[in-house]
């Protein structure tokens, strides 16, 4: 007992330390996504693995030395997007997103006005918030813009005809990011056949990372705002723009508030 205390020393601290905080970050950002789901699924094959090592399961076991050896090279083709952004990402982005969204009340209370003034219209649109899961992937494929959100320049944008208003507009870190973005659609099967691509492309987003998305349908001519894969529809520009302020004041506090409760 005490030999193994003597060898546990400042490094030995620091090692653990290093590779907690690693575990921690690739666990944060696949949070929400299908990534978390592969990735359970990993460490199933990872348990069933130590099971037959451990126990006389000598099929099982030749199995899972069969698949062990190609291991890393399904997980790279399994996350090959995910890698290439992650790496092209190092020292450019914050390791904790969230906490500087600089998502201002002034500038919710232009996409709720912008969103009600869409919706009297029928003007379809898809506005999506980033929260903690980087959306740059999808930025990437749209149209740059790093612009100041206002109401004249959201109507503007999804005006129909226009070569933008074909798409999502994304808000990164309190600004316009880019217009014209093609989000990923739902897998789900149990679906209103009433819904169509745009609450699809709502609800994938919401599924595959933490985004907030604020809908408007140009066949009802209503908002909705969409987290985690569920459509609200809200009445109000009012009550949008509290909801959203709430939202994205908790995802910004996400990494605050789990501090204070260790404490």
Known sequence: MFQILDQFGWWAVLDIALV????YYVLLLVRGTRTAQVLAGVLILVGAFLLSSAAPLTVVNWVMNKFYSSIILILVILFQDDVRHGLGKIGKQSLIKGTDQNYSRVMLEEVSKAAFSLASRRVGALIVFERNIILS?????????DAKVSKEL???IFVPQTPLHDGAVILQQGKLAAAGCFLPLTRMEDLSKDLGTRHRAAIGISQETDALVVLISEERGDVCWVVDGEIKSVQKKDQLTALLNKKLDESSQFFLRGRLRKV
Request: charged share 10%; hydrophobic share 60%.
């Open 137 to 145: 992937r999808y930025v990437d494929i749209g149209i740059p813009l």
């Open 20 to 23: 907690a905080v690693v575990i």
């Open 154 to 156: 959201l109507m503007t």
